[in-house]
């Protein structure tokens, strides 16, 4: 039986094949450049070709960054990618992942290759990348002495920050010997005390910033104990370094600005702290100047005296009322004085002896009331209304009764 198929599931059907055939992965080809169109997306359409046949071919915006920037038609250039099929059109292209010019494909598959195991590994995480300091004390730099790019990465760093102190770490950048140099700067710089390093150059071509693509150096700088910044080759120049650092700078002076905070924006933020603080003091000042107002207008404050005038005029009366009670008792109790003077002088022993009576004491003074309290013979005195006679008893008289 006759199956009758769509001319899409014909297509996939294509590409599931195209797919699982593995000799059409990572495949390496070299042809020359035509028709080549760059989109606002990213992405590069153009066309492979010898002389005697050409392939369509696509390197999207996410693998750009592994071609050189100035590649144009008529180049001699090594692709590594793979053939696929764009099933709308049912063409069959290929897909560019990285391109260099005819001569470096094998080294650039090899950092291809190298790039997606440090991948792999996790030395490309975002998850593991440290936030700068701003604020930094001592910034270390890696760069070649004397070279414009540490240059610029100082003077840059001075003027934004100008208290900051710098390291230099000087190792050659390119060369055969670079990443052994670039290594044993690392290797000083993590030993030394400082907050954040660059390490950085000028531009260059691939072969000229291939040094910072060295694995070794990649794995050290991956466990530096403080944030890299890398600074390496230019806005279109991507190194591993770039991809292990905690953030990439595209020129010397980005490295700069990514690593402090512009002394002119801590002014600026100074400036809005002064104007907060004065506004904040200002609207305090007036709290307390209302609220000041306001208690200064109450009656208490106007005329202080008028909280005490009714206190004072209620202790006057009291006074007043106090005066009247005690002069109304001192003139009672001098009445009962007075009554008490004439019941005192009623019982008076002056009064009795004045009428005739007379008080006998002993020699001691006791008054005597009875027989029982002389003898004979003994010594008293009797008092009379004028004198006092002083008497012997010669006997005494027991009255019956």
Not at 107 to 122: A, I, P, R, T
Not at 142 to 156: F, G, H, R
Not at 288 to 301: C, G, N, V
Request: glycine letters at 6%.
């Amino acid at each position: 039986m006759n199956e009758i198929y769509s001319v899409s599931s014909l297509n996939s059907y294509i590409k599931s094949r195209f797919d699982n055939d593995f000799a059409l992965k990572g495949i390496r080809l070299r042809g020359e450049i035509s028709n080549l169109k760059r989109y606002p997306s990213g992405h590069i359409y153009f066309s492979l070709k010898d002389e005697t046949s050409q392939i369509k071919a696509v390197m999207f915006s996410e693998f750009t960054r592994f071609m050189p920037s100035s590649i144009k038609d008529g180049d001699e250039v090594v692709a590594l990618g793979y053939v696929g099929v764009y099933v709308a059109r049912g063409e069959y292209q290929f897909y560019a992942q990285a391109i260099e010019l005819s001569g470096k494909g094998a080294e650039l598959l090899k950092l291809e290759e190298l790039k997606q195991k440090l991948f792999k590994e996790g030395l490309f995480d975002e998850a593991r990348k440290r936030p700068i300091n701003l604020f930094p004390k001592t910034i270390g730099i890696i760069s070649a002495p004397n070279s414009a790019a540490l240059a610029d990465i100082k003077k840059n760093l001075l003027r934004r920050y100008p208290i900051v102190e710098l390291k230099i770490f000087p190792s050659l950048v390119q060369g055969e010997d670079a990443p052994k140099e670039l290594l044993k700067a690392l290797k000083e710089a993590a030993k030394s005390d400082i907050d954040t390093l660059i390490i950085g150059r000028g531009g260059g071509s691939n072969e000229d910033l291939s040094a910072f693509n060295d694995e070794t150096l990649v794995r050290e700088a991956a466990k530096f104990p403080v944030p890299i910044i890398s600074a390496v080759g230019h806005e279109i120049d991507f190194t591993l370094i770039d991809y292990v650092a905690d953030k990439r700078a595209s020129t010397p002076t980005g490295a700069a600005e990514l690593a402090t905070v512009d002394k002119r924006e801590i002014y600026q933020r100074l400036d809005q702290y002064s104007d907060e603080v004065d506004n904040r003091m200002n609207n305090i000042i007036k709290n307390y100047k209302f609220k000041i107002d306001s208690l200064s207008s109450r009656p208490l404050f106007k005329s202080p005296a008028n909280i005490y005038k009714d206190k004072i005029e209620k202790l006057v009366n009291i006074n007043k009322k106090l005066d009247m009670i005690m002069s109304h008792l001192i003139e009672m109790h001098k009445k009962n004085l007075a009554s008490y003077k004439d019941e005192l002088e009623a019982i008076s022993p002056n009064n009795v002896l004045s009428r005739g009576y007379s008080m006998m004491v002993n020699e001691k003074g006791n008054v005597i009331t009875s027989l029982k309290q002389i003898e004979v013979n003994q010594m008293v005195k009797v008092s009379l209304k004028d004198g006092v006679v002083n008497s012997k008893v010669i006997s005494k008289e027991k009255i019956n009764g």
